[in-house]
């Protein structure tokens, strides 16, 4: 207990009486955090990025106008059976012209044409949702299989297909790229983090000699240098995440037009907690890693 | 007490420090080891501190045979000798009293203790009122009497003093091997290693004269006999 609380003694004292190394390097560290944030924070866009592409994408597969609702239900619970399929949404003539008319009541040229309409000319369709953008090809592929031509009028894969193709290959390119660079800035972060600790103790290599002429066993030299970690860690997850909340507020509404179904403020409010927690978990984490490996080279003999 | 047998230190690039070096030490005696620069003195200290380990022969303590002693028993062996250099070895960022009750701490002694301890040996070494000074604020004279209260605070059976003189004006010097001669006279064994012709001749103690990594001459009331 004694040793403890002079470990902790000697850390603290270390970090006040070496106040322009100790800002350097939690200033530093402060750069890793907000690097780290910024990954968290560049995952969720990207996440919510992609979910809004791939929520656009769907298949419609369009009815002739003589095709039964019967045969048109049976098609879509034929849908619904495959693993492939997420969801299926039935959208009958009359639902179409609906549809059709609440988009346009703003358009009285549109509102017209259909007063003088004596019948429905919109068709009956199946929207169908995969799983996995990948997997639009494959329920082309079955319904062209199906031997449904008598039935159908179209399906849109065929047009939209390159359309398709091209945003599938987006998502899969914004995914990899964020694993990629969250690799890469996470990694630069604790390098930069790690070696101005490993700095900070270099440069008082001598003293740590002179601590173990005197007598002072490992625990003595490393515990207040993993108690500067500890304190490091803390005090640039407190403020890098004073300088995060601003910033949030700022970028919120410039990504919100971008994507839409992105509110930054209301995702910050709702797990601001974990953030921290995350990033706390980091800052010490990699202070009591970095100063822990930094001074085992010191502590042989 | 101090033991070496037949000890041979050799450097990486094969350059022998000591060659199968020899003698005794009894407790209570102040012992001056004398030499040329590079004699092997400073190897000496070296080898029975533990900070290096001979190739050959056998360094003992007391009951420790160094030699033989692990990283992890270090701590507790250096515990009990005080160790003085020629420049000082102070921790900068500690203030004088903590240079000294840092000797106490790490081995582990109670803060009632060092409260009593501490300013006793500061007032042995002359040094009230700079309780609160850091090494920077101090004079050479002062730094040495700082390390040499660092070096007695655990009451050790050995004091070790490397050249503690190299770096002080004559004034401080004599004032250093007086301390020295008080610690002896409280009983602990001295073992001086400097190049200081004056002080060994004015000593009139033992004197063991390293010569190229050898013992060339060991005498109960020495002079220093080097050209």
């Known amino acids: 207990m004694v040793t403890i609380s002079r ?16 800002a350097s390097t939690v200033s530093i560290m402060i750069l890793a955090a907000l690097v780290f944030e910024g990954l968290i924070i560049f995952n969720v866009i990207g996440k919510s990025a992609t979910q809004s592409i791939q929520e656009k994408i769907d298949i419609s597969v ?7 609702e019967d045969s048109i ?18 959208i009958s003539r009359e639902q179409a012209l609906e549809d059709f008319k609440a988009r346009h009541s703003d358009d009285d040229a549109i509102k017209q044409a259909l007063d003088e309409l004596t019948s429905n000319p919109l068709l009956a369709s199946l929207n169908v949702k995969a799983k996995d953008p990948h997997e639009y090809k494959t329920i082309a592929n079955y319904l062209e299989n199906q031997n449904l031509k008598e039935k159908v009028e179209k399906i849109t894969y065929a047009q939209n297909q390159v359309v398709i193709e091209r945003l599938i290959s987006l998502v899969d390119t914004v995914k990899g790229t964020g694993i990629l660079l969250t690799i890469f800035f996470a990694f630069l972060a604790v390098m930069v983090t790690f070696n101005t600790i490993r700095l900070a103790i270099f440069s008082n290599s001598e003293q740590l000699g002179i601590m173990r002429i005197v007598g002072a066993s490992n625990k003595f030299i490393q515990g207040p240098y993993v108690i500067e970690g500890i304190f490091y860690g803390f005090v640039s997850a407190v403020i890098s995440f004073v300088i ?9 509404p410039y990504l919100h037009t971008f994507i839409p179904e992105l509110d930054l403020r209301v995702y910050f409010r709702e797990s601001y907690i974990s953030l921290f927690l995350y990033q706390l978990l980091f800052c010490v984490g990699v202070g009591i890693i970095s100063s822990s490996i930094a001074i085992r080279r010191y502590l042989k003999t | 007490m101090i033991i070496f047998q037949n000890v041979t230190k050799e450097y990486n690039h094969g350059t022998v420090a000591l060659d199968k070096v020899s003698f005794k030490v009894h407790p209570g005696e102040f012992v001056s080891i004398v030499g040329r ?10 080898l029975l ?16 045979e160094v030699n033989k002693l692990k990283p992890s028993e270090l701590p507790e062996y250096r515990r009990r000798i005080g160790v003085i250099f020629q420049d000082f070895r102070l921790l900068s960022k500690k203030t004088v009293f903590e240079n000294v009750s840092f000797a106490l701490e790490v081995a582990g002694r109670p803060q009632r203790e060092i ?34 209260a660092r070096a007695m605070i655990n009451r050790p059976d050995l004091i070790i003093a490397d050249e503690p003189t190299g770096n002080l004006d004559p004034l401080n010097t004599w004032e250093v091997i007086k301390i020295l001669l008080k610690i002896n006279e409280m009983g602990s064994t001295v073992l001086l290693a400097t190049h200081d012709k004056e002080i060994v001749n004015t000593l009139g103690q033992r004197v063991i004269t390293l010569d190229n990594g050898q013992v060339v001459r060991d005498e109960e009331h020495g002079r220093f006999l080097i050209g």
């Open chain 2, 49 to 64: 501190i533990g900070e290096e380990k001979p190739e050959k022969g056998q360094v003992f303590f007391s009951s420790y």
């Open chain 2, 115 to 148: 409260n009593e301890f501490v300013p006793q040996v500061i007032e042995m070494v002359g040094l009230v009122g700079k309780e609160r000074n850091f090494p920077a604020e101090l004079s050479g004279g002062e730094r040495q009497r700082v390390a040499i």
């Open chain 1, 73 to 90: 239900l049976s098609i879509k619970r034929s849908l619904e059976g495959l693993n492939e399929v997420k969801e299926v949404e039935y």
């Open chain 1, 244 to 252: 995060l909340v601003p910033l949030i507020g700022f970028l919120s």
């Open chain 1, 62 to 68: 369009y009815f002739k106008s003589n095709t039964p």
């Open chain 2, 37 to 46: 620069s590079g004699a092997g003195k400073s190897t000496v200290v070296k």
């Open chain 1, 7 to 22: 470990i902790v003694k000697y850390g603290l004292q270390a970090i006040w009486r070496n106040g322009l190394l100790s």
